[in-house]
């Protein structure tokens, strides 16, 4: 059974920038892909980064684009999603995600892929 923890929300200015961290346990973090994945109040979840299981294949929202990377360390078990520019539109709470089976980071991010693991989340407010 993996397990992962987030870590790194917090609440910040608009335009400030936060480093989102999970360390995954319990099964072979090289060979999951991840994701990140946010749910404002009133909203569905959404898919915002993902990456593949060897890092080489990323996928992030067009709301994110240009301002987010998402990166990992298989050494670490660990993803990290960088976000700067942030923006009120970006509060939500954020959670990781993953996927133990081949899946294309398009479909993990999109949905069509459920995950299989779920973090407890981690609360990103960013103020006007």
């Known amino acids: 059974q993996v397990q992962l923890v987030e870590s790194g929300g917090a609440w910040v200015q608009a335009g400030g920038s936060l480093r989102l961290s999970c360390v995954a346990s319990?099964?072979?973090?090289?060979?999951?892909?991840m994701g990140w994945f946010r749910q404002a109040p009133g909203k569905e979840r959404e898919g915002v980064s993902c990456?593949?299981?060897?890092?080489?294949?990323?996928n992030y929202a067009d709301s994110v684009k240009g301002r987010f990377s998402i990166s990992r360390d298989n050494a670490r078990n660990t993803v990290v999603l960088q976000m700067n520019s942030l923006q009120p539109e970006d509060t939500a709470v954020y959670y990781c995600?993953?996927?133990?089976?081949?899946?294309?980071?398009?479909?993990?991010?999109?949905?069509?892929?459920?995950?299989?693991?779920w973090g407890q989340g981690t609360q990103v407010t960013v103020s006007s």
């Open positions: 990456i593949s299981s060897s890092g080489d294949s990323t």
């Open positions: 995600a993953a996927v133990p089976i081949p899946t294309t980071v398009k479909a993990l991010c999109s949905g069509t892929q459920r995950p299989s693991y």
């Open positions: 319990g099964g072979a973090f090289d060979q999951l892909s």
